[in-house]
Nanobody, 121 residues
Framework: QVQLVESGGGLVQAGGSLRLVCAAS????????MGWFRQAPGEQRELAAI???????TYADSVKGRFTISRDIAKNTVDLQMNSLKPEDAAIYYC???????????????WGQGTQVTVSA
């Protein structure tokens, strides 16, 4: 089995910072992309930032210049540093990983349980 476990959410004032951390564990052969999605109440889940292997990191336009994603491929972790937070950044943030459990697998999508980010005005 594979697990993605997030930490680092919480309550912050507008303009503040938070750092989210996600660690993948279990039966992992390799990980392709890892990233962060978010879902606000009544809204669809949307991409915040994603870091594929051997490809350019992608950010949602709404977070460019404020959020930074970083991966440690050896440790199977992905972090999201969020600066200059705005009330509209409030959401549940989900860690995502495209994970292969054996050689030759195309890989399956795995999700963390989500971590709440609340931004007060």
């Amino acid at each position: 089995q594979v697990q993605l476990v997030e930490s680092g959410g919480g309550l912050v004032q507008a303009g503040g910072s938070l750092r989210l951390v996600c660690a993948a564990s279990g039966s992992i052969f390799s990980i392709g992309a890892m990233g962060w999605f978010r879902q606000a109440p009544g809204e669809q889940r949307e991409l915040a930032a994603i870091a594929p292997n051997h490809a350019t990191t992608t950010y949602a336009d709404s977070v460019k210049g404020r959020f930074t994603i970083s991966r440690d491929i050896a440790k199977n972790t992905v972090d999201l540093q969020m600066n200059s937070l705005k009330p509209e950044d409030a959401a549940i943030y989900y860690c995502y990983g495209r994970i292969r459990q054996r050689a030759g697998d195309p890989g399956n999508a795995y999700w963390g349980q989500g971590t709440q980010v609340t931004v007060s005005a």
